[in-house]
Nanobody, 115 residues
């Protein structure tokens, strides 16, 4: 049974940093691409960053240069380091197991950027 458990969300001031973690189980983590998505109130869920099984990364234009996705296959965990946070980064952030088709979602973690 696939499980993805996000942690690390919270309230942060503009310009601050947070690191999200997603602990994975129930599948061969190292074989899978992993992604982070976010959904703000009233908006669709959009991709933030993806890391392939080989470690190649892609980012949404809105977060390039500020966010970094990484993975630790020994710990079955994917991370999202978020720096220089802006109010428009406020959203629920979801971890996603990203095979070529389909995939699985975590329960999400709230990130709020506000002064």
């Amino acid at each position: 049974q696939v499980q993805l458990v996000e942690s690390g969300g919270g309230l942060v001031q503009p310009g601050g940093s947070l690191r999200l973690s997603c602990a994975a189980s129930g599948f061969i983590f190292s074989f899978n691409a992993m992604g982070w998505y976010r959904q703000a109130p009233g908006k669709q869920r959009d991709v933030v960053a993806v890391i392939t099984s080989r470690g190649s990364t892609t980012y949404a234009d809105s977060v390039k240069g500020r966010f970094t996705i990484s993975r630790d296959n020994a710990k079955n965990t994917v991370y999202l380091q978020m720096n220089s946070l802006k109010p428009e980064d406020t959203a629920v952030y979801y971890c996603h197991r990203s095979p070529p088709v389909g995939g699985d979602w975590g329960q999400g973690t709230q990130v709020t950027v506000s002064s």
